[in-house]
């Protein structure tokens, strides 16, 4: 798993800036998943969703409904909509997978 200096800077580098910016652990949120999560704030309040998933198998789109999963249930755990979602995946990713995440607005950097 990645960390946070890591993740700042990559987001950085995509002219994405936040004004507070936290890791959440995947336990708080009832799942056992490998997954690093992380909720910022930007510079107009609005909540950010930020989810780092590095693994050496692909990600299927099962796995992908999953985090959507996951992404509904930060939003009740800070009790608070989240405007952006974005998603860094460094695995390979299905097409179809990868299809889904942007049908639900997510913002999606495959790495392989």
Not at 6 to 22: D, N, P, R
Not at 46 to 58: P, V
Request: hydrophobic content about 40%.
């Amino acid at each position: 798993m990645e960390n946070l200096k890591t993740i700042v800077e990559f987001l950085q580098t995509k002219q994405i800036i936040f004004k507070s910016f936290k890791e959440v652990s995947p336990k708080e949120l009832g799942t056992r998943k490998k997954v690093s999560i992380y909720i910022g704030t930007d510079l107009q309040g609005y909540y950010a969703d930020i989810m780092w998933l590095e693994k050496k198998s692909r990600v299927l789109r099962k796995e992908v409904e999953e985090l959507i999963k996951l992404h509904e249930k930060l939003e009740k755990y800070i009790d608070s909509s989240i405007k952006k979602k974005y998603i860094i995946i460094v695995a390979p990713l299905c097409s179809k997978a990868k299809v889904l995440l942007e049908e639900k607005n997510w913002k999606v950097w495959h790495h392989v």
